[in-house]
């Protein structure tokens, strides 16, 4: 008997897409539901708050640094970092904290976290899980080279020009946290299939280090979302992420659901919350235009 090519892909992952507070849903999913996390938060920062978004949307003033049009192109804004006061910066630890705290039941034995954060705030990213209980297993490095850092001190760039404020932005850094096994790794994943990392190949373990550029632009046309990630990247965190290729993929800060669309193309289950109204209208349409796509 034949089989044609449609009928021998496999059935479509299912997703859902909820429209809520991700602190809040924590607070009320199932103990010991979720395999693994591939989130990108906000950190609560002040640039998703809704007057910096106002400000982002007009390109005047704010947070967000509006870089220079170049070759014809407009740039997307990117966050200035810099800006945070102590108190911003202590708003951070508490929001991981409350995020680790309310996320570690969730999560099976063994369940990976990958954790988008920054080089300048990493640290107040990477305590709060620890002290949570997870254990710290490395971090992965995405290069990508962004327009932060490297500018010449403001008002003085006649007077200084051989001098950089800061270095040029060349890598984002992600956590890999693990809630602890039970027992050996092997045991864990027979139990719970959770534990280790899928790897790349048979002759090639996952590595901590990736080339990632920015997310094309058929993507960001689908999605122009401030913090999209490309899918080639983001497919291979989900992928990675579930060592026997089975579980359900948490993103509680989904944005435009971009890790939500990864999953589904590699035909894994996953989860997404997004609470602005906004983004989550723009994640209804894109996560099954993103994952359609061949990348």
């Not at 809040?24 to 999913?29: I, S």
């Not at 049009?69 to 991981?96: N, W």
């Not at 976290?113 to 080089?119: E, I």
């Not at 590699?266 to 602005?276: H, K, M, W």
Request: with cysteine; proline share 10%; hydrophobic share 35%.
């Amino acid at each position: 008997m034949e089989h044609s090519e449609e009928a021998s892909k496999p059935p479509p992952a299912q997703y859902e897409f909820v429209r809520g507070d991700a602190f809040e849903w924590l607070g009320n999913a199932e103990p010991k539901s979720i395999h693994a996390v591939v989130t990108d938060p906000p950190y609560g920062l002040l640039e998703y708050t809704p007057e910096e978004l106002r400000k982002r949307r007009s390109g005047k003033g704010g947070v967000w640094r509006q870089p220079p049009s170049f070759d014809g192109c407009r740039r997307q804004p990117v966050p200035r970092f810099t800006v945070l006061k102590d108190k911003d910066k202590e708003a951070i630890r508490l929001f991981f904290g409350e995020f680790s705290r309310l996320l570690y039941p969730v999560l099976v034995p063994g369940a990976h976290v990958f954790v988008a954060t920054n080089p300048l705030l990493s640290e107040l990213v990477f305590e709060p899980f620890t002290a949570a209980g997870f254990e710290k297993r490395g971090v992965l490095i995405r290069e990508v080279h962004t327009l932060r850092g490297g500018d010449r001190p403001k008002n003085a760039h006649d007077e200084f020009p051989d001098v950089t404020v800061m270095p040029k932005s060349c890598f984002e850094p992600w956590g890999i946290f693990r809630r602890p096994v039970q027992g050996r790794v092997q045991d864990n994943l027979r139990e719970w299939g959770t534990g280790g990392l899928r790897r790349l190949s048979a002759s090639e373990p996952f590595r901590d280090l990736v080339k990632s550029g920015r997310a094309p632009r058929r993507e960001r046309a689908i999605a122009p979302h401030p913090s999209l990630k490309p899918q080639a990247f983001l497919r291979l965190l989900v992928r990675s992420s579930l060592p026997l290729g089975k579980g359900v993929v948490l993103d509680p800060f989904a944005g435009s659901g971009s890790t939500l669309a990864a999953a589904t193309a590699c035909n894994i289950r996953s989860v997404g919350i997004e609470c602005n109204p906004e983004y989550y209208r723009m994640g209804a349409a894109a996560i099954p235009r993103l994952a359609a796509l061949n990348v």
